[in-house]
């Protein structure tokens, strides 16, 4: 059975990442673009413009260009999106790096990607050197502090083959790989989602989700330079800092993950902050509880609905439309984004389920990713005949609105962050006195779900220390949170770990 969006196909351009993004800046001319919530730094559309190439003209004469891999170190601020279009107009690919990760993490990353220069903000300066000296990249540069100057490159790559943006995802399971998202891919997945969610010039959009997740770079970021909005960028979500920040800027379009929406929907401190500028509000990157978003819409005055992707594509699939907002429920993840199809299949099997019933999503369309990177087994366990398997349960009702019911897959999504439990396995079985191990997700308060180990010794261990030496290895948000000890850790005749037992 083969479902189908509501809206008819669009055309996707055959155009570049930055071409599609940037090329309209000329017409919103000294309209600011950016604007650093903190710090009060403002880029406008034309210096957008004229940034962007005059520093991709600068990292040409350093060498990058077409076939390279730029790694990109840095929190949300202004200065990102001109690194990030800049390092695309040269013809090179960027790959994002989390600035929370360890050294060994983000040297894995860099080794991985194959990178050629490492772009890092002041913040992240001393952690990106360390891991570049690792990895073997020579060229480290400051974010604040990029080359221009020259002719700008023109590369001319083939849109629908060449990698723009190189972001690391555990997929259904296993530890990051690199995912190859070409500027099709991305193209697409904008061009889909502005069908829906009519992003504008009237709009100012809060940024607090990173840019170097996939939510933040396509849905926030690029869908606002696209439309002409304002981004309004923050590094990290500080209640009071955000409130003020959408009541000062006169914020529209607000984008959530749920453990900010459990804080909106408790904390006294909103009904102090003039929020009336508020639209529309999303939530994405895990399923959201519906007490808590109905309790979060009365305190801002505004609907708030989810939508649903994955990195693999691009990463929207579903949507709540903006004309839809009303009359969709909440809990559910809307209808199909343009030019997207799905299926709901057996989990294990390409039968697809009867009508009403639950099934494990598999979604195709031009935001499907190219494949992962430098690992054929892995693609194609994953993309079979077109066909995206997101390992996640879901149903669609009469009306083909679609709702995730249960996570098949392994990964544990940490304040919407990915945590695959076989890294946090690997890491535990280093620890001398660990015989065996197995993670899973539990639900947490703040987290929405979060680790926990259950662990075979071979001779008493605190339980604290253990978490402790876990956490001395790995980026804090993949950070085990409780410890159980256990006689032994159940397995299927392969040896594979029954994790439902577990749960």
């Known amino acids: 059975m083969l479902h189908r969006s509501p ?27 950016l604007v650093d919530g903190r710090t009060g730094e403002s880029i406008t559309y034309a210096e957008l413009r004229s940034s962007v190439y005059a520093t991709a ?19 949300n601020q202004p200065r990102y999106a001109v690194a990030l279009h800049a390092v695309i107009a040269t013809g090179a690919a960027v790959t994002p790096v989390n600035p929370v990760l360890t050294v060994p993490e983000v040297t894995r990353q860099l080794l991985a ?19 570049a000296a690792g990895a073997g990249v020579e060229d480290v540069l400051a974010l604040t502090a990029l080359p221009t100057g020259g002719t700008p490159p023109a590369p001319r790559p083939d849109p629908a083959t060449t990698v723009a943006v190189l972001p ?3 997929g259904t399971t296993g530890t990051a790989k690199g995912v190859r998202l070409t500027h099709r891919n991305l193209v697409a997945n904008l061009a889909q989602t502005r069908a829906g969610w009519r992003v504008g010039p009237q709009d100012v959009q809060a940024a607090v989700l990173p840019f170097f997740h996939i939510y933040g770079h396509t849905i926030i970021l690029n869908s606002g330079l696209l439309g002409g909005a304002t981004v309004v960028t923050l590094p990290r979500f500080e209640l009071a800092e955000y409130l003020r920040t959408l009541a000062g800027h006169r914020v529209t379009r607000a984008y959530f993950a749920p453990p900010m929406v459990l804080t909106l929907a408790t904390a006294p401190e909103v009904d102090d902050y003039d929020l009336s500028s508020l639209r529309y509000a999303l939530c994405g990157a895990a399923p959201l509880d519906v007490e808590v978003t109905e309790r979060a819409e009365k305190r801002l005055g505004c609907l708030i609905r989810q939508g649903y992707g994955m990195t693999e594509a691009s990463p929207g699939t579903h949507q709540v ?38 099934g494990e999503l598999l979604v195709r369309g031009p935001q499907v990713m190219a494949g992962y990177l430098d690992d054929p087994a892995a693609t194609a366990a994953t993309v079979t005949d077109g066909w995206l398997h997101t ?16 996570r098949l897959k392994e990964l544990i999504k940490y304040k919407g962050y990915q945590v695959a439990p076989a890294e946090l396995e690997s890491v535990l079985l280093t620890h001398p ?8 997700g539990v639900p947490h308060a703040e987290g929405g779900e979060a680790p926990k180990a259950f662990v075979v010794t071979a001779r008493p261990v605190d339980a604290d220390a253990l978490m402790a030496f876990v956490a ?32």
């Open 7 to 33: 809206l008819p196909d669009i055309e996707i351009p055959d155009v570049t990442l930055t071409e599609y993004v940037i090329g309209g800046a000329r017409r919103y001319g000294d309209k600011p673009a």
């Open 57 to 75: 003209a600068g990292l040409a004469a350093r060498g990058v260009g077409p076939g390279d891999v730029v790694a990109l170190m840095s929190h």
């Open 113 to 131: 990607a194959k990178a050629k220069m490492l772009i890092a903000s002041d913040e992240a300066r001393d952690k990106a050197r360390e891991a």
């Open 168 to 170: 690391f995802s555990s």
């Open 321 to 358: 439309f903006d004309d839809a907002f009303a009359t969709t429920p909440p809990g559910s993840i809307g209808v199909l984004s343009p030019n997207t199809e799905a299926r709901l299949v057996r989990p294990g099997t390409d039968e697809d389920v009867a009508a009403g019933e639950t």
């Open 391 to 406: 390992g996640d349960l879901l149903r669609v009702d009469a009306d083909g609105v679609f709702w995730v019911v249960d």
């Open 433 to 440: 006195d660990v015989l065996d191990a197995a993670v899973v």
């Open 472 to 503: 001395e290895r790995v980026a804090p948000y993949k950070k085990v949170r409780f410890v159980e000890f256990v006689g032994e850790i159940p397995k299927s005749p392969t040896g594979k770990i029954l994790r439902r037992l577990l749960k």
